[in-house]
């Protein structure tokens, strides 16, 4: 069974960065394609960042493109979130997710087989 664990939430101000990690363990992330999912308060999980299993492609939502930066590293089995100039809608919980079965569009949650419990991210003065 594949456990994901995130890490790196907090408290920034507007403008500021913060950099999150999800490392994996019971599996390798060379095995899996991996997705970063947030939930702002009060609204439904939505789809930020994807990385293929190969690492040769990425996606990004409209809302961070530019901004955020998604990255895997097998060596450490740890997938990496740079968000820079974070603002106030980036405030939620944020997820990672892992999926080897690939019926389903990558912005779609259903599509994972792992979760980890999320990490939160505040944005504020």
């Known amino acids: 069974q594949v456990q994901l664990i995130e890490s790196g939430g907090g408290l920034v101000q507007p403008g500021g960065s913060l950099r999150l990690s999800c490392t994996a363990s019971?599996?390798?992330?060379?095995?899996?394609?991996v997705g970063w999912f947030r939930q702002p308060p009060g609204k439904e999980r939505q789809f930020v960042t994807y990385?293929?299993?190969?690492?040769?492609?990425?996606y990004y939502a409209n809302s961070v493109r530019g901004r955020f930066t998604i990255s895997k590293d097998n060596a450490d089995n740890t997938v990496y979130l740079q968000m820079n100039n974070l603002n106030p809608d980036d405030t939620a919980i944020y997820f990672c997710a892992a999926r080897n079965d690939f019926r389903r569009a990558h912005i779609d949650p259903r599509g994972y087989n792992y979760w980890g419990r999320g990490t939160q991210v505040t944005v504020s003065e």
């Open positions: 019971g599996g390798t992330f060379a095995d899996y394609a």
């Open positions: 990385i293929t299993q190969g690492s040769d492609t990425t």
